[in-house]
């Protein structure tokens, strides 16, 4: 079965600092990989997938993400944290119509 | 703009009366989605519908149905509440795999309070 593992629930950054999210998938087949967030009462806005085309994805907001299948990784990253990044983030693996979500991060952006 | 909608956006209900969720989007997805989201946790996939064929996951209480009356609608019917059904309900569509991965597109969800 796919699944992926987000660890460290909660993930404080400074403002200006860079956010990193990490996210390791588990996989027997070539991994649909996916970053959603969600705010707060908000349904869940897709920010970039990974569908073997490149493994630099560029997703909305700034965020981008790398797929390393050697780690088997699929970290999440922006250069600098805006006040408007405080949110859930979750990592996603795709396979059998469905999704497969990791525990998710909750980030908060200090000012 | 093409997109899930959710109605409504808040609900509240009274432990054991009869709930339905309704769900509806204009991208003409034939895969939509049902979860369940308890506060701060991931979404839970409580069934699917691939086009007119229902898909139940093994661990979704009987407690929750649901119809899909045409490829635009679909319902979330819960049939007796408990206190613990209180989450946020989500929808989500995909087109079918094979056109294009697996990326759902998400509803902005209705919230359920059960008094």
């Known amino acids: 079965a796919q699944s992926v593992t987000q660890l460290g629930s909660h993930v404080s950054v400074s403002e200006g600092a860079l956010v990193l999210l990490r996210c390791n998938y588990s996989?027997?087949?070539?991994?649909?990989l996916f970053w959603y967030v969600q705010y707060p009462n908000q349904g869940l806005q897709l920010l970039l997938k990974?569908?073997?085309?490149?493994?630099l994805v560029k997703g909305i907001n700034g965020f981008e993400a790398e797929f390393k299948k050697s780690e088997t990784s699929f970290h999440l990253t922006k250069p600098s944290a805006h006040m408007s990044d405080a949110a859930e983030y979750f990592c996603?693996?795709?396979?059998?119509?469905?999704?497969?979500f990791g525990k998710g991060n909750q980030v908060v952006v200090i000012p | 703009d093409a997109m899930v909608i959710q109605n409504p956006r808040y609900q509240v209900t009274q432990f054991g009366k009869p709930v339905t969720l309704s769900c509806s989007q204009t991208?003409?997805?034939?895969?939509m989605y049902w979860y369940q989201q308890k506060s701060s946790q991931a979404p839970k996939l409580l069934f699917h519908?691939?086009?007119?064929?229902?898909?139940n996951e093994a661990d979704t209480p009987d407690n929750f149905q649901s119809r899909r009356p045409n490829t635009s609608f679909c319902f979330l019917d819960i049939r007796s509440p408990g206190l613990g059904d209180a989450a946020m309900y989500l929808c989500?569509?995909?087109?079918?795999?094979?056109?294009?991965?697996?990326?759902?597109?998400f509803g902005p969800g209705t919230r359920l309070t059960v008094l």
């Open positions: 989500a569509t995909s087109r079918d795999a094979g056109l294009g991965g697996y990326e759902q597109f």
């Open positions: 519908y691939y086009d007119k064929d229902f898909n």
């Open positions: 990974y569908t073997s085309a490149a493994t």
């Open positions: 996989s027997s087949v070539p991994p649909y």
């Open positions: 991208l003409n997805h034939n895969v």
């Open positions: 996603a693996v795709g396979g059998n119509n469905r999704l497969a």
